[in-house]
């Protein structure tokens, strides 16, 4: 079974600096998708950012950006400049077309921002 | 695009009533799933629509638990008979068949007295 493990239950950032977050999951498929979604104190869950696992270049939105390494399995999203605004759970996920979708989430890492 | 709609976005409710969530999904898109967040179990997925055919609901707690889509644009989630470990967040999503992203609804904050 797929599982998506994030290490870093919580972490802080000053405003304007760089933070990276930290994901890595577990596949035997060689074509899957990764995200990174957000959930501010409003609760609604956002798309940050989307990466298909054929593609070598990491994806880029803004000042977000993801270090997509396959055969670590690795991916991590760094928020360059951080704002206020970022403060919020973010979680990493996988998805996969087997029969369907399977999606799955991490366990989510508490991003505050530090004015 | 409204995005993905859900109703009630609170519900309190007594232990042993029945308790439905509403969700609309996206226009156009052929998947919808089902999710519930707590703090201690984070985000599970309960149960998993593709075209209006349910494709995997081993998340389903128990039998209290029960999920139909009807029609292309419309799925409940019923609760019956409703418990206080019930109470959380309850998401809708629905993704198209193009890019597997899921676009999550504002959610439902059950409460179960």
């Known amino acids: 079974a797929q599982t998506v493990t994030q290490s870093q239950p919580e972490m802080s950032v000053q405003e304007a600096e760089t933070v990276t977050l930290s994901c890595t999951y577990d596949t035997s498929e060689s074509d899957y998708y990764l995200f990174w979604y957000k959930q501010p104190p409003s609760r609604q869950m956002i798309l940050v950012i989307r990466?298909?696992?054929?593609?070598?270049q990491n994806a880029t939105e803004n000042r977000f950006s993801v270090n997509f390494q396959k055969a670590a399995k690795s991916f991590s999203l760094k928020i360059s400049d951080s704002q206020l605004g970022d403060a919020a759970m973010y979680f990493c996920a996988y998805n996969v077309m087997d029969y369907g979708q399977n999606f799955v989430f991490g366990p989510g890492t508490r991003l505050s921002v530090l004015p | 695009d409204a995005g993905v709609i859900q109703s009630p976005r609170h519900e309190v409710t007594e232990m042993g009533q029945e308790v439905t969530l509403r969700c609309k999904p996206i226009?156009?898109?052929?998947?919808l799933f089902w999710y519930r967040q707590t703090m201690m179990r984070g985000l599970e997925l309960l149960i998993y629509?593709?075209?209006?055919?349910?494709?995997?609901d081993s998340g389903m707690p128990e039998d209290r638990f029960s999920a139909k889509m009807p029609n292309a644009s419309f799925s409940t989630l019923k609760i019956q008979p409703s418990e206080p470990r019930d109470s959380a967040v309850y998401f809708c999503a629905s993704s198209p068949a193009t890019n597997f992203v899921q676009y999550f609804g504002p959610g439902t904050r059950l409460t179960v007295t």
């Open positions: 990466q298909e696992a054929y593609k070598q």
């Open positions: 629509f593709n075209n209006n055919v349910p494709i995997d």
């Open positions: 226009s156009g898109h052929n998947s």
